[in-house]
């Protein structure tokens, strides 16, 4: 079998397939839960190997302690089907125990190999590409998907999305004219790309395009501020900025608190974005009421510390500060 992209499937079902597409799709545009999702495939096929890997790829992708041992259960689970896999999908397993093993830049290395082999494989590229975030590696955020891009088409499944990675890792190596091209290109092709919109918003905020950058947010908030949308908070964080650089620290706080940090969630990339905003309110004096003692409440709380220093670094603003 074969995914839509033409990627070798070594096992599964017709409909377990279709529920991989779902589920990547989700993953995709960081909207619903596409653990929930692939989890439908799993309970009909336990067997469904590529549904393992989506499963343990995308929980990899919170880069939180937490994640480890349901990563870990994926990778136990694909050793029993290492018979039963073909070369794609033993790669993917070979880098998630990478991973699981705190080697970060072996499984993004094993990344690298597997797209050689298979450029279209698009859970590889976004979780790659995400893994080069978290890495703060620009030029692979650029290099890792031009590398797979002659493979793909405007026709093919997913390529809006290449597009929109491509727009953000040419705007972090300082291309920011090709990255708006690019980028107005993906959310052309893909009206919900978030992470396409996300790109844009760097290229606008790097240009000192804050009024128009506003403009460009709330203009499309219904593509990218839906409930279900797990990336929402981060394009609320931009919005953030842009107001709070435009002298309208109340607009920013409101945004705070319905679109950065609604609920008291303790998902470390919120947390990220809140400490973040608050911090550059408290550089300007400004008055955020008792908002850092809630948030560094929450970094206290679970067993995060220690993990990854991105996330330590802005826990210790949050302790400063509150």
């Not at 080069?132 to 692979?140: A, I, V």
């Not at 990675?165 to 090709?178: R, T, V």
Request: some cysteine; proline content about 3%.
């Amino acid at each position: 079998m074969k995914d839509a992209r033409g990627v070798p499937v070594a096992g599964g079902s017709t409909q377990s397939l279709e529920i991989y597409e779902q589920a990547l799709r989700a993953l995709n545009v960081y909207r619903g839960d596409a653990v929930a999702i692939i989890d439908q495939a799993l309970a009909g096929d336990p067997d469904f190997a590529m549904g393992h890997v989506l499963r343990a790829q995308v929980l990899v992708t919170m880069w939180e302690r937490s994640v480890l041992p349901g990563v870990q259960a994926g990778i136990a689970r694909l050793d029993t089907l290492h018979g039963r896999m073909n070369d794609r999908e033993r790669r993917h397993a070979r880098a998630l125990k990478l991973w699981a093993a705190g080697d970060w830049e072996g499984h993004r290395a094993e990344l690298d190999r597997l797209l050689a082999e298979y450029p279209r494989d698009l859970l590889a590229l976004q979780v790659g590409h995400l893994a080069d975030f978290f890495h703060s590696d620009r030029d692979n955020l650029r290099g890792r998907v031009a590398r797979a891009l002659p493979a793909w088409n405007r026709e093919d499944p997913g390529y809006g999305f290449l597009l929109g990675m491509q727009a953000f890792g040419l705007e972090e190596c300082g291309a920011y004219g090709e990255a708006e091209e690019t980028g107005r290109r993906a959310i052309e092709l893909e009206t919900e790309d978030c992470w396409a919109q996300h790109a844009l918003a760097h290229v606008m905020e790097m240009q000192a395009r804050q009024v128009e950058g506003i403009q460009f947010m709330e203009m499309r908030r219904q593509h990218w501020a839906q409930e279900d949308n797990g990336f929402a908070f981060h394009n609320w964080w931009h919005t953030a900025l842009y107001n709070l650089d435009q002298g309208r620290p109340q607009r920013a706080l409101e945004i705070y608190d319905q679109g950065v940090r609604p609920q008291p969630s303790e998902i470390r990339l919120m947390m990220l974005d809140a400490a973040a905003l608050l911090w550059r309110m408290h550089l300007r004096r400004l008055d955020t009421g008792k908002r850092w003692e809630e948030l560094a409440d929450a970094f206290q709380r679970g067993d995060e510390n220690g993990f990854y220093g991105f996330n330590d670094m802005h826990a210790m603003t949050a302790f400063v500060a509150a």
